[in-house]
């Protein structure tokens, strides 16, 4: 197995909160990884401090044997990091083309003087992206909406659309957060089968959910977060025994309010 | 040394002016997120129906006690002020709210045009005089400072306003709606507050400061004109930045504070820049401390709560 | 050019080639047009032109990259004041065009720098307030930099600026062809005609690249933009510096054209107007900006011409003057435009990408 992602002890407050405290966790390459808890357990808090939409205050994570930054959320993703919105989060005024070559901005470099002078260098990569773009629409199954502006796809469709975007920036980790969330049980196995294709395309994907089916049937290893802290970590059959765990969720004697 | 207390004298008279207008940016800010940037005009409104009314006044009744009839005018502007908030309000920015972000501030924008350009068309571009009806003769309190009396009148009265308004939002049932409203709308509104209403309360409230403001930005300089708000509307939200905006306390002292860094500034500027800069560039502290804090402690001085809605 | 073809109404679908053709001989022959209604009209013609670059440069920034900048005519002014100082008497100082107009352009680039730094980190609302101080401190500086030494000339301007010279070919001599002469407004109105066109092509080749598609990424979510991969920071630094070069060229032929530079023509109330305007076509879509531009300057001229008559007319006197109804007129425009139509005039559906580049395309 090889280490794709490492958290070493990773701690985030907001001012008297802890939301997150020594978290450690490893992601291997080629594995769905699930990071499931009750809610406000800190599941989003890691996303954004992996990403580098918040800084940490302890702790760090080590990306394919280097060391992440914090903070700069764009030499994250060009490390090859790539995440999805707990609530969809599209261009509003992009069409699904348009928001799906937006995601693939990093690994183009076309400059301002490339752009103005229409140099061949800067058309071909412009037509790379075009035709990537198009490509990743039909992967994820909504090329017949090209080029609908965004707002008007139905919800399930903008979950897709933006795993799409997410994957335009050519990612070896892919950070889902809560993509069932609002789906019905159609929409939730169609999401399952293209996220099984993602990891069959050698992705590794990092999943927060709260569809515990769709978690377990899905995931290769889970993770739990509750109150900020890695109670458990295992393949799914043994997490769903454990008792910290069942008691997490049903908020055991340990957690009563 | 007299020159730095007859600055501090001079700060602390137009600081409470600014903090008096600072309170209507911070308490609409504070709850519907919108730099009203009409605001400003509101003053100028309030000093020219002030203006007109003694006019009038002094036409009628011409032995009238000069304190009465600036009370009337007083009381004359200040609903004439209040009015024109709720119409702001009733009639653009309530149709705005949810409307991309730029479009409410873009709607504040040609509302402060479009008030200047109606008081140009009823009272002209000519500066006109503003009678000073409470005394000007300098009196002095330390040798070598001068104090007006109009200028002890103008802190006086707004140190009251501003304690009446602290009052009312802190100890009635009304000011607890509009704490509410501010903390939340929806929550607010389930729990049976009529948030339109606050809301237009809110700027109604606002818009008398405001008339209040203009009729002592008038007698301090004895003069009104239909561009005497902008700047001082400019500045006295960047009073309310200062103090923390959406905090009431932190605009009263933001406005203190800029007026006393302002007045203070404009006495040294000349010999701080070695001759380079002289005091016609007075109006450039407001504008550089705006972007200091807003750059390096955008809570402002007392500010808590920022409401990034990224 | 598309978007301008679809804003035609009616036409514009019926027959996009044809409309086509009429807006070119449009722009071709409308000095001939306002010649006939006399030379004062040729003038606002080419002051149209200039607006239109203006807006165009700041439908960038705010349009494009949803960066509220109220103090855009302050890079207008730099361009100007580039011109002034390095060709005219002030300082003796007589430089060519292509010398005078790059560095105004680069120095009003560096000032959008210089604003943007700061600004970088500020929210939509707080950031068009402190443009707007940005832009009054520029004005009082050009207003008060007389003293101690004399840069400026403070609120009198400069005066004489050197006129536009096309490498020996003077644009404000009228020129003599055999018996035909042509009048030097029309010259000026082909050289403006060609550097909104310039304007146009550049702004469009950035607005459907990955600049453009970044710009609106930002401008729609930050953090999702961020979020893959955006650098927020440079492009917004990127949007300040065009923007500002667009202003600052249009700065530069302003100083030549007027022959004349003082802080008056660079009040707030001139960012506002160009704001307007951009919001009046419709942010976020060129055909709006140009749109906005020709409407808010023609409008008020027509208005003066209707108006004042009318009113003497009417009531003997005139109650509104020119001044009076531009602003009436401009507020009234921004108010409206907001509550009625937000999209603006010509709510074209602003395109970031070429379709055309999909093989076999959907």
Redesign the interface.
Known sequence: MIKLLEARGVGKRFGGLTALSDVSLTINKGEVYGLIGPNGAGKTTFFNVLTGAYIPDDGEFVFNGTELPTGKPHLVVQQGIARTFQNIRLFGQLTALENVMAGHHIRTKAGLWGILMQSKHAIEEERLTTERAFELLKYVGIERFAHTICKSLSYGDQRRLEIARALASEPQLLALDEPAAGMNATETGQLKVLIEQIRHDGITVLLIEHDVKLVMGLCDRVAVLDFGKKIAEDVPAVVQKNEAVISAYLGGPKHAH | METLLQQIVNGLVVGSVYALVALGYTMVYGIL???NFAHGEVVMIGALTALQTLLILMGVAPDMAPLLKLAIAVLVAMPVCMILGFLMERL?YR??RG?????????A??????L??LA??IWGRNYHTFPQLISTAPMQPIPGVFVTPVQVAIVIVSALVMAGLILLVTKTRLGRAMRATAENHRVAALMGVDTNAIIALTFVIGAGLAAVAGVMFASNYGIAHYAMGFMPG?KA?TAA?LGGIGNLGGAMLGGIVLGLVEAVGAGYIETMTF????S??Q??F???I??IV??FR?TGLLGERVS??? | MNELIEAVPYLGKRNPRLTKWLIIILALVAPLIAAYFGRSWMRILDFALLYMMLALGLNLVVGFAGLLDLGYIAFYAVGAYTWAFLASPHFGVHMPFWIVLPLGAAFAALAGIILGFPVLRLRGDYLAIVTLGFGEIVRIFMNNLNHPVNITNGPQGINALDSLNLFGWNLSQSLTIGDFKIHYLYLYYYFFLLCVIGSIVFIKRLQISRVGRAWAAMRDDELAAKAIGINVRNMKLLAFSLGATFGGVAGGLFGSFQGFVSPESFSLMESIAVLTMVVFGGMGNIAGAIVGALALTALPEILRNIALPVQEALFGTVILDPEVLRMLLLSLAMILMMLLRPAGLVPAHARYSRPELLKGGA
Do not use: E, H, K
């Not at chain 2, 409307?99 to 709607?107: G, N, Q, S, W």
């Not at chain 2, 924008?109 to 479009?114: A, E, T």
């Not at chain 2, 001759?275 to 002289?278: T, W, Y």
């Open positions: 997120g919108l730099i653009a149709r705005l409307a991309p972000r730029l479009a409410p501030l873009i709607t924008i040609g509302m402060s045009f479009l200047q350009t140009m068309i400019l939200f930045v001759g380079f800069l002289n016609s560039y109006d450039i407001a504008f550089v705006l972007g807003l750059i955008p990034d809605r990224a």
